[in-house]
């Protein structure tokens, strides 16, 4: 019997030990209480997304809108009495664009107005073109020679008709108990023929049938648009940002009048369309920035939280899931810090990013100068001194958790930090990797970096990279929260004793 008992009481000490690691962890809920009266009945979080949606919307990399974006933001923040507040530069990016006039009319009886919109980086037409609409789907070399000669100084209808099904359930949605019970297990990725190849071809070919549009002079390229009732997605696929790449007037096209053009064509019938695209390159100033700000820290100074969020923005709609919504919530959260006066250990860090729409390079190129570069990972001094960064970047839903990348030491920690935040909705702590925004850059030089989990609400059915990624979806309480959520675990980041754990270094991907 003394073994069994032995063998019970160890088993109930270890059990205990996540238990006590908790309980060990400090968790301040005067500082909690002042961050959620201050977010909760003094929040601006909706007022600054109007300003960086409404009024500066949309917020393409290195285009006029960007700028004056920033440079309010920039003002704001100096308002809020932060520190070391600038424009970091980064670059080269390469050239801006902008949209200045877009009007789609169809002139042949009857006419009507469409719903389009041109593609970033795409040139635009030499002011209004009136030409006749044809379709001619290209998918392999041998198609260039059946069009070849035909489509001079015509609107090209590029791909056949898709189909559009009804929509049976909203587009809306939360996260539910189950999802959440999923998210928090770990499952392991089972290797398997993952394919590949072909995507050189792949690439040569549309370089190829993009220089026949141009050879052939088209007027434009029309494609259709990815989602139904009246919204469009859009955001660069098919249009070189490289000035020496062959380029057309390229627009996408609601997929409901895309298929009344495409119907009307199969009947036979003459379908003249008229376009006015005015596009602008900005080509003075190739580099481009992200906007830092800083709360300085007490007695640990040289040491840093960071928070941040991806700035910039597609162009059809105003940018406001993807990613007003993170960009307010981070500054939100820094205000709410400085405006309860609360004192933080290490100097935190907000950074808003530019290019993460072009594959996450603000954020790459401001951890390569400051921390690491993933190809040797070199570290800077700076590397031994950050203590996590936290991430915002899945629309306008309410934080539900966050996912830990993998590091299983500071489940407890978080487990700890949540407790005052579940009624808020914050249960969940996803030991899995999530990627496609901003953290990564950090995970990928061992730096501590966190994306939080989000409802999903409308993002991926509705808003992401859309015509209808607009102010009014974005839902203000699920907002308010997020800034709390946030300012939290940046309070407590910056004040515990030591940083939080990090995972191995990993290796370097070029060596």
Do not use: C
């Not at 789609?104 to 030499?126: C, D, E, L, Q, R």
């Not at 969020?309 to 820094?334: C, I, K, L, R």
């Not at 993460?356 to 603000?362: A, D, K, N």
């Not at 590091?407 to 702590?429: D, H, R, S």
């Amino acid at each position: 019997m003394k073994p069994v008992k032995l063998t019970a009481a160890i088993l109930v000490l270890l059990l205990a030990i996540p238990l006590t690691a908790q309980l060990q962890e400090k968790v301040d809920l005067d500082a909690i209480y002042k961050i959620k009266d201050e977010g909760f009945e003094r929040s601006q979080v909706m007022d600054i997304t109007s300003y960086l949606t409404d009024v500066y919307g949309a917020r393409l990399t290195n285009s006029p809108s960007i700028k004056a974006a920033a440079e309010w933001s920039r003002k704001k923040l100096v308002e809020w009495e932060l520190v070391n507040v600038k424009l970091e530069t980064w670059g080269p990016f390469g050239r801006g664009w902008s949209n200045e006039r877009f009007t789609a009319h169809v002139v042949s009886n009857p006419p009507f107005p469409v719903i389009a919109y041109s593609k970033a980086w795409s040139p635009g037409t030499a002011g209004p073109v009136t030409a006749e609409v044809v379709l001619a789907v290209i998918q392999n070399d041998q198609d260039f020679a059946r069009y070849r000669g035909q489509l001079r100084g015509k609107y090209v209808m590029t791909t056949a008709m898709r189909e559009v099904p009804a929509q049976f359930q909203a587009p809306a949605r939360r996260l539910t108990d189950e999802q959440l019970e999923t998210l928090s297990s770990q499952s392991p990725r089972v290797p398997g023929n993952r394919g590949g190849g072909g995507g050189g071809n792949n690439q040569n070919f549309q370089r190829r049938r993009m220089q026949f549009w141009l050879d052939e002079g088209v007027a434009a390229l029309i494609d259709p648009a990815q989602g139904d009732s009246g919204t469009v997605f859009l955001a660069g696929g098919g249009v070189s940002r490289n000035p020496n790449d062959p380029n057309v007037p390229q627009v996408v096209m609601a997929i409901e009048h895309y298929g009344r053009l495409l119907r009307m064509l199969g009947k036979s019938i003459p379908v003249q369309l008229e376009m006015n695209i005015q596009n602008k390159f900005h080509e003075e100033d190739l580099n481009t920035f992200n906007i830092v700000a800083e709360i300085p820290g007490t007695d640990k100074p040289d040491e840093l939280v960071m928070l941040g969020a991806h700035f910039d923005s597609w162009h059809t709609g105003t940018g406001a899931t993807d990613n007003a919504a993170g960009s307010a919530v981070m500054m939100e959260a820094m205000r709410i810090l400085k405006a309860t006066g609360l004192k933080m250990r290490r100097t935190v860090r907000l950074a808003l990013w530019t290019g993460e729409e072009q594959g996450l390079l603000g954020s790459r190129a401001y951890i390569a100068e400051h921390f690491a570069k993933r190809e040797d990972m070199q570290l800077k001094p700076g590397h031994a001194k950050l203590s996590a960064y936290f991430n915002v970047d899945n629309g306008t839903g309410a934080i539900r958790g966050v996912y830990l990348q993998g590091n299983e030491a500071v489940a407890p920690i978080f487990n700890a930090w949540m407790q005052p935040l579940k009624n808020l909705g914050m249960t969940t702590l996803a030991i899995r990797n999530t990627g496609g925004t901003d953290h990564v850059n950090y995970d990928a030089v061992g730096l501590p970096g966190f994306q939080f989990i989000q409802d999903p609400v409308e993002y991926d059915s509705r808003t992401h990279h859309s015509n209808m990624d607009v102010y009014e979806r974005i839902q203000a309480a699920d907002m308010m929260k997020n800034a709390v959520i946030v300012a939290s675990f940046v309070y407590h980041t910056a004040n515990r004793e030591d940083k939080l754990p990090r995972k191995p270094l990993p290796r370097a991907t070029n060596p």
